[in-house]
């Protein structure tokens, strides 16, 4: 009998793990069979393969569940359910009780690894049921690592709720504190302010630069150390802070260079990707930059309205497989702009929320890769 251990245990355990069959340790591993027409409203939920698909009147089956879609691009994606319910023919189900371990260590398999067939990927009921897995013999370090990665998986959902109220609140705020379109006054602002926005164009509020590609033929134009060189790919975030590929002094002199505080926009197939330099760099031909006049404009405010740049863009860009805006229909976009110490209420404020997103988001993803680490440490 093959016996292994984990890498990390929890205090107290000591038996060796054994291989065990997957349909040994639970009550049943099947396919859905239940025969329905889905009701927007009803008793008991119908699951489907990849969550509740609707409503029916009366149930087939009752319990614990793993539910995954036989067929398609979601074959392996593992979901949770409980009660009465019917579940779909598309559907494969494991029914047991005390779940959480077999939940979390077939997370740790992967079962997409079982789906197969030249077209779509595919999951047999079958192949579930022959599945050999090693794990703890004993039921209460089942339990203890199921308890743990159960409570892990509720801070990673917490956190996720978190992160999308924060988004929609934000986009909320996006249309309150900026004019609807035709209006001059947005509809909810900071205390103290009640003049009109003026009307002005992009070009208006600083320079325009489009970038440039140094050969990437000369090596010497590159290095692993010096100025940033933003692509597209490089933006995924409000604010840059590294790329890919960075400028030499020799490449410098064959770029085009803006200051700190320059919004990048992108205007080639990436529509809708802006970011602030927080120092000077230098970016490829699919980016415009804005620099603007700091004694009139707030850059992070800019950077917050450039949401609005990028509608207005793809609203002009030709329909395309890559949508295109020219510098000049870049710089003639009509934008409203208020006055200074309004835009420097608009943009602190939203620097804070974006900072709260970004605080967020950061600790998501750590939570999401401790999971990852610890489904490898605690598993076999």
């Given at each position: 009998m093959t016996k292994k251990l984990p890498h990390y245990r929890f205090q107290g355990y000591t038996d060796a793990w054994e291989l065990r069959k997957l349909?040994?340790?639970?009550?049943?591993?099947?396919?859905?069979?239940?025969?329905?027409?889905?009701?927007?409203?009803?008793?008991?939920?119908?699951?489907?393969?990849?969550?509740?698909?609707?409503?029916?009147?009366?149930?087939?089956?009752?319990?614990?569940?793993?539910?995954?879609?036989?067929?398609?691009?979601?074959?392996?994606?593992?979901?949770?359910?409980?009660?009465?319910?019917?579940?779909?023919?598309?559907?494969?189900?494991?029914?047991?009780?005390?779940?959480?371990?077999?939940?979390?260590?077939?997370?740790?398999?992967?079962?997409?690894?079982?789906?197969?067939?030249?077209?779509?990927?595919?999951?047999?009921?079958?192949?579930?049921?022959?599945?050999?897995?090693?794990?703890?013999?004993?039921?209460?370090?089942r339990n203890?690592?199921?308890?743990?990665?159960?409570?892990?998986?509720?801070?990673?959902?917490?956190?996720?709720?978190?992160?999308?109220?924060?988004?929609?609140?934000?986009?909320?705020?996006?249309?309150?504190?900026?004019?609807?379109?035709?209006?001059?006054?947005?509809?909810?602002?900071?205390?103290?302010?009640?003049?009109?926005?003026?009307?002005?164009r992009i070009s208006d509020i600083g320079d325009i630069v489009t970038g440039n590609t140094p050969s990437t033929s000369n090596e010497d134009y590159y290095s692993n150390e010096g100025m940033m060189w933003v692509t597209p790919t490089d933006i995924d975030g409000l604010i840059i802070t590294d790329t890919n590929k960075k400028l030499s002094s020799e490449?410098?002199?064959?770029?085009?260079?803006?200051?700190?505080?320059?919004?990048?926009?992108?205007?080639?197939?990436?529509?809708?990707?802006n970011t602030l330099l927080l120092e000077a760099g230098s970016f490829n031909q699919q980016i415009n930059a804005v620099v603007p006049n700091q004694s009139l404009y707030h850059p992070y405010f800019l950077l917050t309205q450039s949401y609005f740049w990028s509608e207005s863009m793809k609203r002009i860009a030709p329909a395309a497989t890559m949508q295109i805006i020219n510098k000049n229909e870049f710089s003639n976009i009509i934008v409203p702009l208020p006055s200074l110490p309004e835009?420097?209420?608009?943009?602190?404020?939203?620097q804070t929320l974006d900072q709260e997103i970004a605080q967020v988001e950061d600790k998501l993803a750590s939570l999401k890769e401790m999971k990852k680490t610890l489904l490898r440490k605690l598993f076999v």
């Open positions: 349909v040994n340790e639970v009550l049943f591993i099947g396919t859905g069979k239940s025969k329905f027409s889905a009701l927007e409203f009803g008793e008991f939920e119908i699951l489907g393969s990849t969550s509740v698909i609707g409503y029916d009147n009366s149930y087939d089956y009752e319990g614990d569940f793993i539910l995954t879609a036989r067929v398609g691009a979601n074959a392996g994606e593992l979901y949770r359910h409980s009660g009465k319910v019917k579940i779909s023919d598309n559907t494969v189900f494991i029914q047991g009780d005390l779940l959480d371990f077999i939940f979390y260590i077939l997370q740790h398999f992967d079962i997409k690894k079982l789906s197969f067939g030249t077209g779509q990927p595919l999951v047999k009921a079958s192949e579930l049921k022959g599945l050999k897995i090693i794990m703890p013999v004993s039921v209460k370090e203890h690592v199921g308890t743990f990665f159960s409570t892990l998986d509720r801070h990673i959902t917490l956190h996720q709720r978190k992160l999308d109220r924060l988004k929609e609140q934000k986009k909320t705020y996006l249309k309150l504190l900026f004019p609807a379109k035709g209006q001059t006054k947005p509809s909810l602002r900071f205390q103290d302010f009640e003049d009109d926005w003026e009307v002005k490449g410098e002199k064959v770029s085009r260079i803006v200051p700190a505080n320059s919004i990048l926009v992108t205007c080639i197939a990436s529509i809708g990707k835009q420097e209420a608009i943009g602190t404020f939203f």
